[in-house]
């Protein structure tokens, strides 16, 4: 494309002009604002002083008056240290752009890129070298052109896996992971599944993530039981003593480029399929995984949005999956409103009790689901022969092994398990909501849910949260009840009812 | 294209935490890094306060230990002057994304924008409330898909313009304007084209920029005669006496968003075209040219690289021009190797002085650049019509009408212009260098040039810079002087010296 180039100076001359303060700070000078911004340079930034010889590096402050254009201010700390005198001339040299950068602009001019330039942007992320606003043109160049390229995001991947910590396992040892891709309110079926899968004797190092605009996320609910803070050496000893994990990923250095993308996308409040997809398959390289089930439910606030773009991004999800070598298998369904009861961590944790307990009130829903997903990745494991994998799942279940190796999980990481499901101390300030109608639940909102879980203090509050006494399909009669709002404080509950006002959570029909 | 929403919330809660700590900072609160990182808030970040229907505007720090997740520490000044209580629920509200960016995510998405998307991106640049970030995504655009349309262009320039100051003049007077595209040292036609132009009644509003790359620009090549900082009116006035100025732009506000896209584009190294055809047209509609030169140099160094280049740029300056009705001719010629004698201020304001004294020394190709440019300027004002504009330019220098103009501008400006231009006294430290060789000199090293004059204090130490006693084409002995440094001091000197070592300024054959 046509471009042209922009020289920022790699240096540039000042005059030494002493400053009458002692700040205690003989690392920082001080320029002028038009010499800062002629020469591209930030406050903050932090230059090369070169004088006689000698350098020393510094950090810049930016003035009006302090000192003139083509002067360079330094305080009395750093004129005693280095003997600079009045008037010397000294040399501010900018630091180098990062190698990576020129990759970025042929990304950003249309072409593609070769393993080693992503793995070079990749690690310039990771390590500082690459900005905020150079990763925004590297992420730009996911929108230029010809976006990319299957290939490329194949490149991507495997240099975000590589950049971080890794994991290894016995050569041929089985690992399974599960990943659900967001937006379901209580779609909390990780710990049943990591718990029959373990239970069965195949390695599960499940990482899970906290909530960020949800209600709570896998690891704010299973804190509810368990610590979920550990190292990578801590879950593989873990793993190695009972199959499975249920912890934050949040804090492991696993692909860690990722988060200051993700921080650097917000800025957009877009992303490319492309990011999200590397994003995960990233998490699962550097974690070992070899058979992986990936959830992908599609509705109403799901992240993804149509059966059409789920396909596609099955698709890519497959042929990475094929390069790794992980027996990838993607469930796509429509899923309509939360899965569970429970909305909030404790309530949620209760509907994952409840089904490993095997309660008579457990949530179908989210027992179904889970087996599903179990079911799927016994297939992939070779575990599955003579039943279907769904029955085998199923029947760990029932047989209460699946439980038993929850008991075992949460354990060992130094958690307790109450003995009934129904043990556990919702909030004590609480709220019921009746129905204005009779008719049948067509719908319930899920922003709404979220949103008012949230002001009731959600996920930090464990005890806050919704109970629905009635879900999609349910009939309610006028003035039952149909959901609990729990929280520890007459404040939270007066913001969240105050929300409700006006605002129809649940459509009767 | 494919993309996916990523959510940043728009607001979360938090518990109080009081921190036993005096700060004098009522307006600062401090939250822990994995909650910053989650909801996607950086350090510096201004957010909204809210709790029992009371809001205020703080500013946040972050911290590992100081509070816990979830948790927001106040100090003990905002404690006071809110009576907020510990453990109460606050809710962070975080500034809602300025409106343009759904501009800029359409444009990345490759769409073209309408007239007043351009305008909501560009007053948003300019009032600060898109981010770096956000600008980088923008100019990132201008390589997707099918970058920016030349009806785009001409709406992004408009919108630079009118989101500046902007001057106005009489309807139907003529406005003259000349605009050079940087890269050959010495090329200083500016002040003997103002002055051909302003002596001839036609007013001519010069504003010239400094030096950011090259060893001086035309603003601190005048510094050495008079003062170049005016405010617009005061501008206004000196042209309405005098005709002309010649004076520096960059404190203007004077399109003021180019500025901001300058220092993004830096963080990238690279622009498109359009960028700075934008940059440079939204100033001329800014101080109301009517008529314009432009003149485009291509060689070693310059800014624009082959005529191919050259020829396309020009189309879009000429219907940039179509649009805003103004006059304009853009000037593409081969330069070789610098214009003038004089490297660095006193140096190059002498071969303008003596250019416009009509000396015998005087340096003939920038005269004849000069008279060339003026040459078309009088002809785009209808002013040449009998003779030819270069006649008639030629004309005013020899008369000594254009000397006389020069003092007027500059007399008015509050400078001060020497009877003779031999009377200017260059720096007292030199150094001549002789030619090794004898034969004709083929080819001067542009870019080393300007960096021996940096080196040896230009563009701030005015004194400071190299006379070219001999030029491309010119025949030079064995022994014989061929160029002269000057400067103030031993010490760059030594510098510019050193820097020489090894190097070919000239190449003799």
Redesign the interface.
Same mark, same amino acid.
């Given at each position: 494309?046509? +471009?042209? #180039?922009?020289?920022?100076?790699t240096s540039?001359?000042?005059?030494a002009r002493h400053l009458d303060i002692q700040t205690g700070h003989s690392w920082i000078v001080v320029l002028h604002e038009?010499n800062a911004?002629?020469?591209?340079v930030?406050a903050g930034d932090e230059v090369t002083l070169k004088w006689?010889h000698k350098e020393t590096e510094v950090k810049v402050d930016l003035t009006k008056n302090l000192v003139k254009?083509?002067e360079i201010g330094l305080f009395q700390d750093i004129i005693k240290k280095y003997q600079i005198t009045e008037g010397?001339?000294l040399e501010i040299s900018l630091a180098p752009?990062p190698s990576s950068?020129e990759a970025?602009?042929k990304k950003?001019?249309?072409e593609q890129l070769t393993s080693e330039e992503y793995h070079s942007i990749i690690a310039d992320i990771v390590h500082y070298r690459l900005?905020?606003?150079?990763?925004?043109?590297f992420?730009?160049?996911a929108?230029? +052109?010809k #976006?990319f390229s299957k290939e490329e995001i194949y490149y991507l991947t495997k240099a975000m896996a590589e950049t971080g910590e890794m994991l290894e396992w016995s050569p041929n040892e089985i690992i399974a992971d599960k990943h659900s891709i967001g937006g379901v309110p209580g779609n909390r079926t990780t710990p049943i599944v990591v718990s029959i899968i373990a239970s069965l004797g195949i390695k599960i190092p499940k990482t899970s993530s906290?909530?960020?605009?949800s209600e709570a996320g896998t690891a704010d609910v299973l804190e509810v039981l368990t610590p979920v803070e550990f190292s990578l050496e801590e879950i593989r000893q873990i793993v190695e003593n009972t199959n499975g994990c249920m912890v934050w990923g949040?804090?492991l250095k696993l692909a860690p480029a990722d988060?200051r993308i993700?921080?650097?996308?917000?800025?957009?409040?877009?992303?490319?399929?492309?990011?999200?997809i590397v994003s995960i398959m990233a998490k699962k390289v550097a974690i070992g995984a070899n058979r992986l089930v990936i959830d992908m439910p599609i509705g109403e606030g799901t992240?993804?949005q149509s059966i059409a773009?789920a396909r596609?991004i099955r698709d890519i999800f497959l042929y990475l999956s094929r390069k790794f070598k992980i027996k990838t298998k993607v469930l796509i369904e429509q899923v309509d409103g939360p899965i569970g009861r429970g909305i909030g961590p404790i309530l949620e944790i209760r509907d994952v009790l409840r089904v490993l307990q095997q309660k008579d009130n457990r949530p179908i829903d989210l027992e179904r689901r889970a087996v599903k997903l179990a079911g799927i990745l016994l297939e992939l494991t070779g575990k599955a022969r003579f039943v279907s994998g769904e029955k085998l799942a199923k029947r760990q279940l029932v047989s209460g092994a699946a439980e038993k190796k929850f008991r075992e999980i949460i354990t060992t990481q130094g958690g307790k398990v109450p003995s009934d499901s129904e043990q556990l101390t919702l909030g004590a300030v609480k709220h019921d909501l009746v129905s204005p109608y009779s008719g049948r639940v067509k719908r319930i909102n899920s922003g709404e849910l979220i949103r008012i879980a949230?002001?009731l203090?959600s996920?930090?509050t464990k005890e806050a949260g919704i109970y629905l006494h009635k879900k999609r399909g349910e009939r309610v009669e006028k003035g039952e009840l149909i959901a609990t709002l729990y929280t520890n404080?007459q404040?939270?509950l007066g913001?969240a009812v105050d929300e409700l006002k006006g605002k129809d959570l649940f459509y009767i029909k």
């Open positions: 494309m046509k +471009k042209l #180039g922009v020289e920022k100076p540039f001359f000042l005059k038009d911004r002629e020469y591209g930030r006689r254009r083509g010397e001339s752009p950068l970025i602009k950003l001019l249309g900005d905020d606003v150079q990763i925004a043109y992420l730009a160049s929108f230029s +052109k #976006g906290r909530a960020v605009t949040g804090a988060d993700l921080r650097v996308s917000y800025e957009l409040g877009i992303e490319p399929y492309s990011k999200m992240k993804v773009e596609k949230r002001l203090g996920p930090y404080s404040q939270r913001l």
